[in-house]
């Protein structure tokens, strides 16, 4: 398992505009309706505000105040500001992952870092594989026929039940 890895860990990657969120929209009901507590991580190349201009918790953050804790009766959200500018690294934002209230973590994005991940292509895109310079991708999810090498699983994109059945049977044993 990898640094700061609890549980098991598995991304999607693929070029913008894949429909990794999409595909991970699907997957994750079909998980939870097996009983499995999915998290998530997603990486964003943007300047994500969580909180919004006049809102106590967004003026009590640019008083300076970091990190801050928004908590209600439905969710809580944890706002850190970064002293230097830096794009994060995966394996250090799951020390800050509570991973005691699930059983799997689902990862979009951070393509290049070195863990489990299912390649998602799209023909039409005409965008270039990604395995051949990962030996980390474990599975393609495509929608069309590729000669693969055989320690990669073809799944078809389109069908988020496969997809998904391949993670319980690969990452979770068969529950």
Request: net charge neutral; hydrophobic share 45%; proline share 6%.
């Amino acid at each position: 398992m990898m640094q700061h890895a609890l549980v098991p860990i598995l991304g999607f990657a693929a070029a913008s505009g894949t429909g990794k969120t999409t595909l991970l929209e699907q997957i994750i009901p079909i998980l939870k309706a097996q009983g499995l507590r999915v998290g998530l991580i997603k990486h964003s190349h943007h300047n994500v505000q969580i909180d919004q201009p006049g809102k106590d918790s967004f003026r009590l953050r640019a008083a300076g105040a970091t990190p801050v804790m928004l908590s209600s009766a439905h969710r809580r959200v944890m706002i850190s500001e970064f002293s230097a500018l830096h794009e994060p690294n995966l394996f250090e934002e799951l020390s800050f992952f509570d991973q005691s209230q699930v059983d799997l973590i689902l990862v979009e994005g951070f393509k290049s870092a070195s863990f489990p991940k299912i390649e998602l292509h799209r023909e039409a895109l005409n965008r270039p594989l990604i395995y051949p310079n990962d030996p980390n991708i474990i599975a393609i999810a495509t929608d069309t026929d590729l000669k693969l090498p055989d320690r990669l699983t073809h799944l078809n994109i389109n069908d988020a039940m496969s997809v998904a059945n391949f993670i319980i049977k690969t990452l979770m044993g068969s529950l």
